[in-house]
């Protein structure tokens, strides 16, 4: 006989309200996103296809798409779902991305992160890093139900999170995907629970693992000119010339900014300036308190997000709703960090906002499965056990 998941033992806090806050964020963000791609890429965009809103029109289109993806997500597929042998078909799905990007995937800017799908260009490990979450939960899900034992627990973690994450830092050198994974998990077990010490183990290997992924790869080792781009041997003209011209966007925004349409980085001075570095437009066009804006508004998705958690009628819906949440807000504070010079460029981009169309549909698809979550916490029992009926379950 099945066992159940764990319930929430108390009535959970009404989630209808943080529901709608997410709602109202995401597509405020999502807006702000369209004006700023067409600002700082019409330049580029005229000098490379000859039509200014070229950029902004793939983004439209990648908009429908994430938001149907969303929907389906939301209010067709119940989030149950993936506590049980679906999650396997996801996470399969993942595996064969990395694979075939790592045998077949493009180059460019010095990474294989691309996958050429006939007309479509994809970025999977966007996709991948959702499919390693909804893994992560299910897996300290049967822990929490008494379905594995440790042993077998450490194994499944470690053949089926930690492998592929590994494979993904290597075959794509991207420590910036693999610091978002990272944080989803540490996400996952404080939300499930998780003995401090484990946490502070688990954490402790992760900095360990970061800092000789940075200075043992004297890529990622040069990165830290950005405490110093003036002193990158050509005179902030090589390595530093981009993490300068985005000071210089911030210093022309002043506190009011140069106005909507006025930046002058975006007139081809400033690298990649609709995707990775798109904030220090936003710095420049609209100044410090747009800025803030932008980074309160993802404050206030990391609290909807929680509340969402907080609300769920059990443990795996608050793990994937909670790890979701925070993965999105991580990437956020990545992005603006480096930006700003606190943290090396990573070439994560700015959820809802920078130019992508792999991101944004991750993005919506992340918030889907959160809503989904918030869904399902506002039905009595009766209805659960009815949703319940549509998910397959493991037998012991």
Request: one cysteine or more; proline letters at 4%; glycine letters at 10%.
């Given at each position: ?46 000098t ?14 990648f ?58 260009s ?101 990165r ?16 530093g ?54 980074i ?46 606190v943290?090396?460029?990573t ?50």
């Amino acid at each position: 006989m099945a066992r159940e998941r764990t319930s929430r033992p108390v009535p959970a806090p009404d989630a209808n309200g943080p529901r709608l806050v997410l709602l109202l964020v995401v597509l405020g963000l999502t807006l702000l996103g369209f004006v700023m791609i067409y600002s700082a890429s019409s330049i580029s965009a005229i000098t490379e296809e000859g039509n200014q809103v070229s950029y902004l029109t793939d983004q439209l289109v990648f908009a429908v798409i994430g938001v149907v993806a969303a929907f389906v997500l939301w209010k067709v597929i119940p989030y149950h779902i993936w506590a049980g042998p679906a999650v396997w078909v996801i996470w399969g799905i993942a595996v064969v991305l990395l694979l075939l990007t790592a045998l077949l995937g493009l180059t460019a800017l010095g990474a294989q992160r691309w996958l050429l799908l006939g007309p479509i260009s994809l970025q999977p490990s966007e996709f991948v890093k959702i499919a390693l979450i909804l893994m992560a939960a299910r897996l300290f899900s049967d822990l929490r139900a008494g379905m594995v034992d440790m042993q077998t627990f450490i194994v499944q973690v470690i053949v089926l999170v930690i492998a592929p994450t590994g494979f993904l830092f290597i075959t794509q050198s991207d420590l910036g995907t693999t610091a978002i994974i990272a944080v989803g998990v540490l996400a996952v077990m404080w939300l499930g629970e998780v003995p401090l010490r484990t946490m502070l183990i688990t954490i402790a290997a992760l900095v360990a693992f970061a800092a000789i992924a940075v200075f043992g790869s004297s890529y990622r080792g040069d990165r830290f000119l950005y405490l110093n781009p003036w002193n990158d041997g050509q005179g902030g003209q090589g390595a530093g010339y981009q993490i300068i011209h985005s000071y210089y966007a911030f210093a022309e925004g002043g506190i009011f900014g140069s106005g909507l349409g006025n930046s002058r980085e975006k007139y081809l001075y400033l690298p990649e300036s609709e995707t990775d570095f798109i904030f220090a437009i936003i710095g420049e066009e609209l100044g410090l308190i747009g800025a803030l804006v932008v980074i309160a508004a993802f404050l206030v998705l990391l609290w909807a997000g929680l509340r969402i958690a907080r609300a769920a009628s059990d443990d795996f819906g608050a793990m994937i709703a909670g790890a979701l949440t925070i993965m999105l807000v991580f990437q956020a504070f990545l992005n603006i960090g480096c930006a700003i010079g606190v943290f090396p460029t990573t070439g994560k981009p700015l959820p809802f906002i920078s130019s992508g169309g792999s991101s944004l549909i991750a993005s919506f698809m992340m918030v889907g499965i959160i809503m989904a979550v918030s869904e399902d916490s506002g039905k009595d029992v009766f209805e659960r056990r009815r949703e319940d009926l549509r998910v397959v379950r493991r037998a012991d």
